[in-house]
């Protein structure tokens, strides 16, 4: 039966030493997003990035983030069932190249790949492309072989995995079945924190490789500055666009003073307070203000024209196209200060959820 489809999970995690721009940058450039997109990837709240692929599809995508600074985590719906890959291999593989390409590639561009993509320096790339065949990796478990020849895949290089016989691993089989039958055994296990995948407690995941402490450790330490990188960049925003606001409302209550005296001189008022209590309640703030500021404009105004529409008539002399004009004028200025209040209520929402 095949195996359901694996998914990619993205929570915010850069890897150790990589700078949160840099990384949002190369995300930004490889898969064409745009900043609103990297923002809702940086908010710290696990990210599905691509679901419901055979497990190869999705360490494609695992490795690109990878690249680009990023740390996902591959899981499955059924994490007790294995990889189709996995299970189709011994556990113990070597991955070999020797020198083939892809055809829509010439040697050049997969050297550059290479390099550029992998770290590999030009001795590592004269020996890959020796016309020998070279070891890339020897005795290994299949999934680190699969995302080393992922990789090379993905910069247009054609690797090989191939299983290999183990005297060591069959020696270790037998004592633990040894131990098993004598009852020395422990069956105390664990999940790996990177795969997911349940084992005997170990140092060192029998899977993806990883040792468990450096792993905790390194992300640990990542999460922590992700999270504060992103808690920081948020409150930047905030003050940014608290002075846009309170700049615009400073304005708009000048623009209104000769009709609306009291509510112009609110609007004032709440722009400066915007400009000295940058915090994300002035979001509500301006959001009641505003939607009291327009009703009561629009009210006051046709009242006002409607009442005095015949003295407006007989001075400006021109058959009541001054009314209309007023008339018009606080519509506008009023519908204005509805959508403003609506952006307002909606600023505030988006900043308390981050």
């Not at 004592?175 to 060192?204: A, I, L, N």
């Not at 009709?259 to 307070?273: H, N």
Request: aromatic share 10%; with cysteine; proline share 3%.
């Amino acid at each position: 039966m095949k195996n359901p489809g694996y998914q990619l999970i993205f929570q915010g995690v850069i890897a150790p030493g990589q700078e949160l721009e840099e990384v949002r940058r190369k995300l930004s450039a490889r898969f064409h997003i745009d900043a609103a997109q990297l923002d809702r990837l940086f908010n710290g709240k696990p990210i599905i990035v691509k679901e419901d692929a055979d497990y190869k599809t999705v360490l494609k995508y695992q490795i690109l983030f990878e690249w680009a600074g990023a740390i996902g985590r591959i899981e499955s719906k059924t994490p007790d069932i294995e990889p189709d890959d996995l299970q189709a291999y011994p556990s113990h593989v070597n991955v070999i190249f020797d020198g083939a390409i892809e055809q829509r590639y010439r040697v050049e561009d997969v050297k550059k790949n290479l390099k550029d993509l992998l770290k590999l320096n030009d001795r590592r790339l004269e020996e890959l492309f020796s016309g020998h065949p070279v070891l890339i990796m020897q005795n290994v478990n299949y999934l680190p072989a699969l995302k080393i020849q992922t990789s090379f895949e993905l910069a247009g290089a054609m690797c090989r995995i191939e299983p290999v016989e183990q005297a060591s691993s069959e020696e270790s089989s037998a004592e633990e079945s040894q131990q098993e039958q004598s009852g020395q055994v422990s069956y105390e296990t664990m999940h790996c924190p990177k795969c997911g995948r349940e084992q005997k407690k170990s140092r060192k995941c029998r899977y993806c490789g990883i040792y468990i402490e450096t792993y905790l450790k390194k992300n640990t330490d990542s999460t922590s500055k992700s999270r504060k990188q992103s808690a920081f960049k948020s409150t930047l925003n905030l003050k940014r666009e608290l002075s846009q606001w309170g700049t615009g409302l400073i304005v708009l209550g000048i623009i209104q003073f000769t009709g609306l005296g009291v509510w112009a001189s609110a609007l004032v008022l709440i722009g400066i307070l915007n400009l000295l209590v940058q915090q994300r309640v002035m979001f509500l703030v301006n959001g009641v203000t505003l939607l009291i500021s327009g009703t009561a404009g629009f009210v006051f105004m046709i009242l006002h024209t409607v009442f005095m529409k015949q003295d407006v008539v007989v001075q400006a002399g021109n058959g009541g196209t001054q009314w209309f004009i007023e008339l018009g004028y606080i519509v506008i200025i009023s519908g204005i200060q509805f959508y403003l209040g609506a952006r307002a209520f909606k600023k505030f929402v988006s900043y308390r959820r981050a």
